[in-house]
């Protein structure tokens, strides 16, 4: 199974500066890949250029698919994780991340969710999480705090991934780390960069696992998004 992590920047060609669908879902494609979660999707909305990204990249590879709305953009336009996959879901589910208590308008403050589902892969139920941290410290430890509480109450194998918007020495991740395996633990570059794409100075994005063997994992150096995939191959 090969499973993809991507923050795709609402479809964002990174080099041409405009939306293009079809880019995103074939390069996913060219990939081979199982399992992609995504992060900054938009939905269909009032505002220009929110469309309905998950579907189109899902027709796209003609996948299953399952859009997690974390907030709605100026009140009318869906915004938020998905996850395209060519297994059957099982279940689905978007748990909403609690706001923190000192969220003020100084800040650069998102409400954000973590999407869950449960995948049929080869007749073996796996639990993935798509996760986009906040940019706040405070967000991001709400944010584990409620990921914690996820793994701790599934007994499935599981899969994490997203964009973290924090670096793997950040004290923040470590109940993570405790209670799943990092996939860059397999890589020949420990915490290879994955942004800015165009130059990668830092690792904000992750699949981690539990459960399961994860056979190799790289990074996609190609500029597509503001951010580089991870790509993990894993034995069901």
Known sequence: MKVMTFNIQHCLDYKKNK???????????????DVCGL????????????????????????????????????GTSPYGNALVTKYNIVSCETIKIPDPED???????????ILKTILDVNNKDVCVLV????????ERVNAVEIICKII??????I?????????????????????LNDTDDLADIKGASTYPSYKPEVKID???????KCKCVNTYCEVISDHLPIIAEFDI
């Open 39 to 74: 992060n900054e999707v938009r939905g269909k909305g009032r505002l220009l250029g929110y469309t309905d990204q998950t579907n189109a990249i899902g027709d796209g590879l003609r996948f299953n698919r399952y859009f997690a709305e974390a907030i709605k953009v100026k």
């Open 131 to 138: 996760c986009h941290m906040g940019l706040e410290p405070s």
């Open 19 to 33: 939306i293009n669908i079809p880019l995103f879902y074939k390069t996913i494609e060219n990939l081979d890949v």
């Open 152 to 157: 701790d109450e599934t007994d499935l194998p």
């Open 103 to 113: 969220r003020n308008d100084k800040g650069s403050f998102e409400s954000r969710c």
């Open 159 to 179: 899969i994490l991934m997203g964009d973290f918007n924090t670096t793997p020495d950040n004290a923040v991740l470590k109940p993570i780390f405790k209670r």
């Open 206 to 212: 992750y699949i981690f696992y539990r459960g399961i």
